[in-house]
């Protein structure tokens, strides 16, 4: 069955960095565009960041441009967020995505990972 | 980039009543929006692609219906395990954006 774990979550001061790792499970991973979304805290859900299925496409959210970078290894069949420069309004639950269809664009997210929390906060 | 406005923000009902949830886009998104489903602790779930389509797994209780800018997700005959917020998605235009959510709470 379709596994995404997140993790490397927690608390880190503002300016400093994190890098987010989703394990990827139960299908060929190296065929399907990834997607970060994100969840403030009693917010709602707000999209970050997509790579497509072959590392040759990345998007942003502007609230995040030039300063999260996604990243994925397929032969690991992990994705990454690196995320440098945070605020304390990237503080929220970070969630990994998978698109529905392989080989393509679609944006429809059929599986989602369990989320990681991120704190930022001196 | 593309708002969606969802309403009502909160809507109470009872097990058994019909519930008709609403999307608004301030731009076309022709047929190319989801609908999401989250209870407390949970990841959101794919409930509806494309406006009418159930994803696998999800009961015939729930259906989408709109196109263009206005678009509804109506659940009939409410089970104890669909209150929880939805949110709706467009899958159009980059960046892709989500509505604000509607809370459906019991009466």
């Known amino acids: 069955q379709v596994q995404l774990v997140e993790s490397g979550g927690g608390v880190v001061q503002p300016g400093r960095s994190l890098r987010l790792s989703c394990a990827a499970s139960?299908?060929?991973?190296?065929?399907?565009?990834m997607h970060w979304v994100r969840q403030a805290p009693g917010k709602g859900l707000e999209w970050v960041a997509a790579i497509s299925y072959d590392v040759s496409q990345e998007y942003y959210a502007d609230s995040v441009k030039g300063r999260f970078t996604i990243s994925r290894d397929n032969p690991k069949n992990t994705l990454y967020l690196q995320m440098n420069s945070l605020r304390a309004e990237d503080t929220a639950v970070y969630y990994c995505a998978r698109e529905m269809y392989s080989s393509s664009w679609n944006h429809i997210f059929d599986y989602w990972g369990q989320g990681t929390l991120v704190t930022v906060s001196s | 980039e593309i708002v969606l406005t969802q309403s009502p923000a909160t809507l109470s009902l009872s097990p058994g009543e019909s519930a008709t949830l609403s999307c608004r886009a301030s731009?076309?998104?022709?047929?190319?929006l989801a609908w999401y489903q989250q209870k407390p602790g949970q990841a959101p779930r794919l409930l509806i692609y494309d406006a009418s389509n159930r994803a696998t797994g999800i009961p015939a209780r729930f259906s989408g219906s709109g196109s263009g800018t206005d678009f509804s997700l109506t659940i009939s005959s409410l089970e104890p395990e669909d209150f929880a917020v939805y949110y709706c998605q467009q899958r159009i235009n980059w960046p892709i954006t989500f509505g604000q959510g509607t809370r459906l709470e019991i009466k």
């Open positions: 139960g299908f060929t991973f190296r065929n399907y565009a």
């Open positions: 731009q076309s998104v022709s047929n190319y």
